[in-house]
């Protein structure tokens, strides 16, 4: 076991002790620092232990179809089971479908960001190493993808590809990818002529090899940024496509979908509208706050990058 020396008192405490000591300290002064951010994490928290957990809420399955139909709140079922938010128009327990909805939602607003951001600064960085015509072609499809709004890409991409969740998770990637490839640029930029890229070069290093060894490693903080300010923006896309009908089409269920599906009912059943509603409104904001949280902690001067 790897040991540390404590200067203070000459003994010797394993690396890892440290290691969690440092984790806690960290998290002790984020929280000080920004205690807002600190609730807004504790609820997209709980809230993500109930979506990933969801059979342990609700005795329910998700699909199953039932004669107790537009139930309200608080109903009881034939089983003795409580329907804590009623059932759909087919007699779907509306509680269940808010869960696993919740999977498909939290699941696009993680994956989508994280892949178009992958995808965009890895571009990104290639054209600001190479210059020249590299970069001239791909600032320029760049700049192409920026002039069009991403929800507007995203509903030509699912149009033409369906309505299924990894359509809508490439459609939103494709629409943040083109700002992260901005940002990471300009990132690269200040880092292509650092002593330790003109050291690689000297001995020879390949340009693949200086690029995901050297420029990609040292442009985490900007990719964490983008990352933490664009989940919330997923997650809102998701739910515009669901409710437009052309996004994640049911029987699998997202609040987006679940919340056009329950137009119909809103004043019969106004909860069935609300809840989703209520609930993409609390998870997009948490989600934003933590995301400036960590935009001014790692960097201040990323102060309103997102994807628009």
């Known amino acids: 076991m790897t040991t540390i020396e404590e200067p203070s008192n000459g003994h010797t405490v394993p690396a890892s002790s440290l290691s969690v000591r440092s984790v806690i300290r960290s998290t002790l002064l984020f929280c000080s620092t920004f205690p807002s951010a600190a609730v807004a994490a ?153 002593q330790y890229i003109e050291a690689a070069q000297s001995i020879g290093a390949s340009h693949w090899r200086i690029i995901f060894r050297h420029l990609v490693p040292n442009s985490w903080a900007p990719w964490i940024v983008m990352l933490a300010v664009n989940v919330g923006n997923a997650i809102v896309l998701e739910a515009s496509l669901s409710y437009l009908g052309i996004g994640i089409s049911p029987p699998t269920p997202s609040w987006g979908n679940l919340l056009s599906r329950a137009n119909a009912f809103y004043y019969e059943n106004p909860h069935l509208v609300i809840t989703p509603g209520l609930t993409i409104t609390v998870v997009v904001l948490c989600a934003n706050m933590f995301g400036d949280a960590i935009r001014d902690k790692l960097d201040p001067r990323l102060r309103g990058v997102g994807a628009s």
């Open 42 to 194: 504790a609820i997209l928290l709980v809230m993500l232990f109930m979506v990933v957990s969801a059979d342990l809420w609700t005795p329910f399955e998700r699909d199953k179809s039932g004669s107790m139909r537009l139930l309200p709140m608080m109903s009881e079922a034939r089983t003795g089971a409580t329907h804590i938010l009623g059932t759909d128009d087919i007699g779907r327990d509306f509680f269940t479908r808010m869960l696993h909805g919740g999977r498909v939602s939290i699941a696009v607003g993680l994956i989508a960001p994280t892949l178009g951001i992958a995808f965009g600064a890895i571009f990104g960085i290639i054209g600001a190493y190479f210059g020249g015509p590299t970069d001239l072609i791909i600032q320029r499809l760049t700049d192409t993808l920026m002039s069009i709004p991403s929800i507007v890409v995203s509903m030509a991409i699912t149009i033409a590809l369906g309505f299924t969740v990894p359509v809508v998770i490439l459609a939103i990637s494709i629409g943040i990818s083109p700002y992260a490839s901005r940002l990471l640029r300009s990132h690269a930029l200040t880092l292509r002529d650092s």
